[in-house]
């Protein structure tokens, strides 16, 4: 079926596609030019001129040890969010999917996370697990653990960690719901009639047809650990203890806002946005083969 | 090889609605029966209890002599067809067709043979490779029966599986789905609302209404000897005219203050209200009969049905094109012999039997 619609002139068509097209222009195109452009200059001290200096923020960038290091951290970071995120979501999602008492109301309060900003989210984490207030810090406490995710790095990614996955979980298992809902139940049926046990029929049934669902999820939570966990790493544990969780985007911001290094700031934000393209063409075209069916 | 027996079995969802009650039927090993009925009857409720798709509320199933109510569908020996073919989209045809072998733990050349012959069969050969959205719907329709058929069930179940294709294909798949059966000799139940496919493939007819049987026998023994006003307008097509009727006594009934003679005996007091059926082949035209005003004419080739209204009531004939030359507004005198006058109790719609008097 053709849907294309003709107009008379081009005039209207252009009318129509303005706002869009300078809302795009104005919040992303504009702002990712201005950080190209501030990346090749260096500010003075005081922010009152800059110079134009070439490769040289990107060089200083690249010879940083710190920045391998946020990489790392990010690297860690992102695996482990994403992972977790991506299973446990699923994981509730097939729970939910049964037939169940209240299924209704279970949905409701596993979506309710996704409504909570970054940063709320970050300090009711900050909260539960701060070693000296905190509810879960005293009773690991009494376990003999000695939770300190001021002072121990690995505490505190282990903490930034729960509370990005926690915020994702929601959006996630929303689209694995949807996902599972969309299979016909008949499938379902014929593969217990075809002997499949519960386990191996989500396996070799559930699961390879809830694999678009899936990889649309993944790229997303890629760009989310990225970028959009900033809020939760800075109301946590603000990029420390001794910046074991400084992340990319992190340092974007501890560098430029609060190091003052505008041209250094940009050029590792340029650096990152290529990252993020690069990691999403090639997961559009490697790994979308494998799961159309 | 199995007999299906389903005794005493009934069905209540979580609501409280009974789709099916108190349901007792035996299918014979080999036989080939199918459940027809309007939508909503329980007939595919009650499939899928014998499948292991729904529990039992009451009563048992028992396949070969097996009480398997409280058996996993896989544990029961059985294949299922879906209406929507349910193949897996993302299996190749082969695939699709080994993986009930595969979960059973069949070795692999074993699968490959059994595949081989399932696709000569269902003549599926080029297009084991194939996913199944690049099939036809008759060929995913042969895919699902081979599916089937590999697994070399005690039982198969049959669930509307030929109402998503077209007209054509329908008739052609019918007969190969019969013919398949009988070559292999498998016990099946055949779910389906359509009295045509009822009609022609049952050895045994079971015909459905609200949840219970209204009668079970062979297909023929039901057209010609209908129970109830339910199993007579819904086998055969076009359906039986009913005809509100009172008893004048000694055997005869006044339709539309026309006197007919129905069986003699039949004892039905004077003033007794009844349900005439009379199949619309066999009305026909006659010099002494009662008068129709034609209404409308459908021309169906070698036949035409005439539909008319005889005072009140409505009624269709069905007679050989050019046999009579109706046209809309026209009188025709019409009649009936009498052994084919069906004679119904008006209220309970059941059939009078001749030593029954009620």
Redesign the interface.
């Known amino acids: 079926m053709d849907k294309r619609v003709f107009f008379p002139s081009k005039t209207v068509p252009l009318l129509l596609l303005l706002p869009q097209l300078v809302i795009t222009l104005v919040f992303f195109y504009w702002p990712a030019v201005q950080a190209v452009v501030m990346s090749f200059q260096m500010e003075d001290a005081f922010g009152t001129t800059s110079e134009f200096v070439g490769f040289e923020n990107y060089t200083a960038v690249f010879t940083d040890p710190f920045y391998y290091r946020a990489m790392g951290v990010t690297a860690v970071f992102s695996t482990a969010v994403a992972f977790l995120s991506l299973s446990l979501s699923l994981l509730l999602a097939v729970m939910a999917d049964r037939d169940i008492k209240g299924a209704g109301l279970y949905r409701t309060l596993l979506i309710w996370p996704y409504a909570v900003a970054p940063a709320i989210a970050g300090v009711l984490w900050y909260f539960m697990f701060q070693p000296s207030l905190g509810l879960f810090a005293r009773m690991l406490r009494d376990w003999g653990i000695d939770w300190n995710p001021l002072l121990n790095g690995d505490h505190a990614m282990i903490l930034v960690v729960m509370a990005a996955t926690w915020k994702q979980i929601s959006y996630n298992f929303l689209f694995f719901l949807a996902g599972l809902q969309a299979i016909p139940k008949s499938l379902i049926e014929a593969a217990a009639i075809d002997g499949a046990r519960p386990f191996r029929r989500f396996w070799t049934i559930v699961f390879p047809l809830l694999s678009p669902t899936t990889f649309f999820l993944f790229v997303v939570n890629i760009v989310y650990v990225f970028f959009d966990t900033f809020g939760i790493i800075d109301a946590v544990t603000g990029g420390g203890p001794a910046k074991t969780t400084t992340t990319l985007v992190f340092k974007v911001y501890a560098d430029g806002r609060l190091g003052g290094d505008l041209g250094g700031s940009a050029a590792q934000s340029v650096v990152l946005m290529v990252m993020v393209i690069a990691l999403t063409a090639i997961q559009f075209r490697f790994i979308e083969r494998k799961v159309s069916y | 090889m199995a007999d299906i027996r389903l005794d005493h079995v009934g069905k209540t969802y979580a609501g409280g609605f009974e789709a099916v009650r108190d349901l007792s039927l035996t299918v014979p090993d080999g036989c080939f029966c199918v459940l027809v009925g309007p939508s909503g009857c329980g007939k595919s409720t009650l499939l899928r209890m014998v ?3 729904e529990t039992i509320t009451t009563g048992t199933v028992s396949l070969n002599a097996q009480v398997v109510n409280h058996l ?3 544990q029961r020996d ?3 067809v ?3 073919y ?1 193949l ?3 299996m190749r045809v082969y695939d699709n067709m080994a ?2 072998l595969r ?2 733990g069949v070795p692999e050349a074993e699968i490959a043979s059994r595949v081989a012959h399932a696709a000569q069969i269902l003549d599926l050969e080029d297009l084991l490779t194939r ?1 199944p ?1 690049a099939l036809s719907g008759g060929q995913r329709q042969r895919v699902a029966m081979g ?1 089937a058929i590999v ?1 070399k069930p005690q039982v198969f179940l049959f669930d509307e599986p030929l109402s998503n294709l077209d007209a054509k294909l329908r008739v052609h798949m019918r007969v190969e789905i019969r013919k398949l059966q009988k070559a292999l000799g498998v016990t099946s139940l055949y779910v389906t609302h359509d009295q045509t496919e009822a009609m022609t493939m049952a050895d045994l007819l079971v015909v459905m209404n609200k949840g219970v049987i209204e009668q079970i026998g062979a297909p023929m023994e039901i057209y010609r000897t209908p129970m109830s006003v339910f199993v007579a307008t819904f086998i055969g097509s076009p359906p039986m005219n009913i005809l509100e009727a009172t008893s004048l006594g000694d055997g005869v009934v006044s339709i539309e203050g026309h006197r007919l003679l129905i069986d003699q005996a039949l004892s039905l007091p004077a003033g007794h209200k009844v349900k005439i059926g009379i199949r619309p082949e066999h009305l026909s035209v006659q010099a002494d009969g009662f008068t129709i005003h034609v209404e409308l004419v459908e021309s169906l080739g070698a036949h035409q049905i005439i539909h008319a209204t005889w005072g009140q009531q409505k009624l269709a004939m069905q007679v050989e094109t050019d046999r009579v030359p109706a046209q809309s507004g026209q009188a025709l005198v019409v009649g009936c012999a009498p052994q084919h006058l069906h004679v119904f109790d008006a209220q309970t719609g059941q059939r009078l039997l001749r030593d029954n008097a009620s």
């Open positions: 499948a292991g798709l996993e569908p896989a059985i294949a299922m879906f209406q929507n349910a897996y989209p993302h993986y009930g979960n059973r996913k959205r599916r697994r």
